[in-house]
C-alpha cells in the first residue's frame, strides 16, 4: 500500500492556510497528510485549520509538535527571519523540509542550515514557483538549445504595482530585520531565476536604492487604515473588511500578537528601500541589469537576453487594470536572421501554473526534472547573498562580492555539490 508523506505546517499567515495548506489538504491528499500545525498565535492557528477544513493538533511550541508528532516533512511558511531556526529544528527531528523563500535572510543563517542539512543528511526544497511557470521553462528551453549563442548581457526590470507593491510595506516585511529588505525577500525570486536561466553564480554586486515614496516620503500617515483619519483620500486605503480571509486570519487574531494586516504604508519608522537599482557580474562572464520598483501602474516584469547570435525578450504582465492577457509573447530575434513570436499560454492556478508544477514536483514521486527547476538549498543560499550584497552595496556606494558577503572563514566551500 502507498504510504503517504506525513507533513505539519508551521506558520498559519496567508501562504501557509491557503498554497501549503487547503490547497495540499484538497488537492494533494493522494500524496500527504496534515498531521499537525504550529503557530505562535493560536487563534490565527485555529482559524486557519477552519479555512482548511481540518481538525489537527495545534501547536504553539514547535519543539512540542516534532517530539510529539514526529513529521516525514515540515513546511516553513513564518516571517523570513525565523525560517532558519525552524529548519534546523526539523532536519534535527529527522523531517525533510520545503521553505518558503526567501529561505533565509543573513549569511551566518544561510550557513546554520547548510550544516544542519549536511549533518543530518535531510533535504531542504525552497519555493521558487517562478522557476516553474510555463514562460519561464520555455525560456529555460530556448537558452539551453543555444539558439542565441552565448549570453553576454541581461536587461531585467520587475514592477510591482500600487496593490501587490504596498503590501510589503504594510506589514513585517517594511524592515530589514525581518526581510532583509525586499532585495532579500522579493528579489530573490529575481536573482535565483537569474541563476537558473543563466546556469552561473553571481560574483560581484553594485546597487543603489532609496525609500522615494512610501514610509517617510508619505503625504500623512496614521497607524492601520481601519483607524485611520486619512481613509479617504489615501490612494493606499486598505480596507480588510472585504477580504473575508484576511480579515478571519488577521482581524481578531491581532489582538493577540498586535500583528494587523493594514498597517500605514507611510509610518516614519519603515527602513527598507522601495525604488531599487543593480549590477550584478555573474562568474561566466554575463552582466546583468536589474531593477525593482514598487508602486507602479503595471505588475509584471520584462526580461531580455542578449547574446553573440540574438536576443530573447518577454514582457509579461499580471492583473493589468486595461487588460488581462491569456498568453505570453517571446520574441526571438536572430542577429542576422528573421524574428519569431512564441506564445506561451497562461496556466490557471497561482504565478501562471508555477504554484501547482512545484507542488507537483515536490510531493508527487517520480516526475523528471529534466530543466533542473527543483531548488534546494544551494539556490536557496545563493539568490539570499546576491540580495544581500546589493543591499549592502546600495548602503555603503561600494561594490560587493559574494565572497565578501559571505565571509572568508571557510569560502563558499559549504555550497560546493548541492543542488
Ligand atoms: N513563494 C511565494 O510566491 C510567496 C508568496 C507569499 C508569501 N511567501 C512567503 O511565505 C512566508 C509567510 O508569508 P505570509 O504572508 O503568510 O506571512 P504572515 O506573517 O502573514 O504569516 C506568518 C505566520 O507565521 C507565524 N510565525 C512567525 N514566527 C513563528 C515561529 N517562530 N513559530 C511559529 N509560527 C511563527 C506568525 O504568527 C504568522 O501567523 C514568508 O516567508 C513569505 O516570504 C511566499
Not at 498586535?258 to 516614519?268: H, I, L
Not at 549590477?279 to 553573440?308: Q, R
Amino acid at each position: 500500500m502507498k504510504t503517504k508523506t506525513r507533513f505539519a505546517l508551521v506558520g498559519t499567515g496567508h501562504r501557509g492556510s491557503t498554497m501549503w495548506g487547503r490547497d495540499l489538504v484538497e488537492r494533494w491528499g493522494e500524496h500527504v497528510e496534515l498531521i499537525a500545525v504550529c503557530d505562535l498565535n493560536a487563534l490565527r492557528a485555529e482559524r486557519s485549520s477552519a479555512h482548511m477544513g481540518v481538525s489537527v493538533p495545534i501547536y504553539t511550541d514547535f519543539d512540542e509538535l516534532l517530539r510529539v508528532e514526529r513529521p516525514d516533512l515540515v513546511i516553513v511558511c513564518t516571517r523570513d527571519n525565523t525560517h532558519d531556526d525552524l529548519i534546523v529544528k526539523a532536519m534535527e527531528a529527522g523531517a525533510n523540509v520545503i521553505s518558503e523563500k526567501p529561505m533565509t535572510t543573513t549569511a551566518e543563517k544561510i550557513k546554520r542550515i547548510l550544516d544542519a542539512e549536511k549533518r543530518t543528511g535531510k533535504r531542504l526544497d525552497v519555493s521558487f514557483n517562478y522557476r516553474f511557470a510555463p514562460t519561464a521553462a520555455k525560456i529555460k528551453e530556448l537558452l539551453n538549445s543555444g539558439v542565441i549563442g552565448d549570453v553576454t548581457s541581461v536587461d531585467f526590470h520587475w514592477y510591482l504595482n500600487t496593490s501587490h507593491g504596498a503590501d510589503y510595506f504594510r506589514r513585517w516585511h517594511a524592515f530589514a530585520e525581518n526581510s532583509g529588505s525586499l532585495f532579500v525577500h522579493k528579489a530573490t525570486h529575481h536573482f535565483d531565476l537569474l541563476n537558473w536561466y543563466l546556469d552561473s553564480d553571481p560574483q560581484t554586486v553594485s546597487a543603489f536604492a532609496d525609500l522615494k515614496h512610501y514610509g517617510r516620503k508619505g503625504p500623512f500617515r496614521g497607524t492601520r487604515c481601519r483607524t485611520c483619519p486619512h481613509k479617504h483620500q489615501c490612494d493606499y486605503f486598505f480596507d480588510i473588511s472585504k477580504e473575508p480571509l484576511l480579515e478571519s486570519l488577521y482581524e481578531a487574531p491581532s489582538e493577540v500578537d498586535g500583528y494587523v494586516r493594514d498597517a500605514c504604508v507611510f509610518r516614519e519608522e519603515i527602513d527598507i528601500p522601495d525604488t531599487m537599482v543593480t549590477a550584478i557580474h555573474y562568474k561566466n562572464g554575463v552582466d546583468v541589469s536589474y531593477s525593482l520598483n514598487t508602486y507602479m501602474p503595471i505588475e509584471g516584469h520584462h526580461i531580455a537576453f542578449n547574446g553573440h547570435k540574438g536576443r530573447i525578450e518577454l514582457r509579461q504582465y499580471e492583473k493589468q487594470p486595461w487588460t488581462e492577457p491569456p498568453a505570453d509573447e517571446i520574441v526571438l530575434m536572430k542577429n542576422f536572421g528573421d524574428v519569431e513570436r512564441i506564445w506561451v499560454p497562461h496556466s490557471s492556478g497561482g504565478h501562471y501554473g508555477g504554484d501547482d508544477r512545484l507542488r507537483n514536483m515536490l510531493l508527487k514521486p517520480g516526475l523528471n526534472d529534466e530543466l533542473r527547476q527543483r531548488a534546494g538549498a544551494r539556490a536557496g543560499a545563493m539568490s539570499v547573498l546576491c540580495g544581500i550584497a546589493a543591499l549592502q552595496s546600495s548602503r555603503t556606494g561600494v561594490p560587493v562580492s559574494i565572497a565578501e558577503v559571505w565571509g572568508d572563514d571557510n569560502g563558499l566551500n559549504l555550497l560546493d555539490g548541492r543542488p
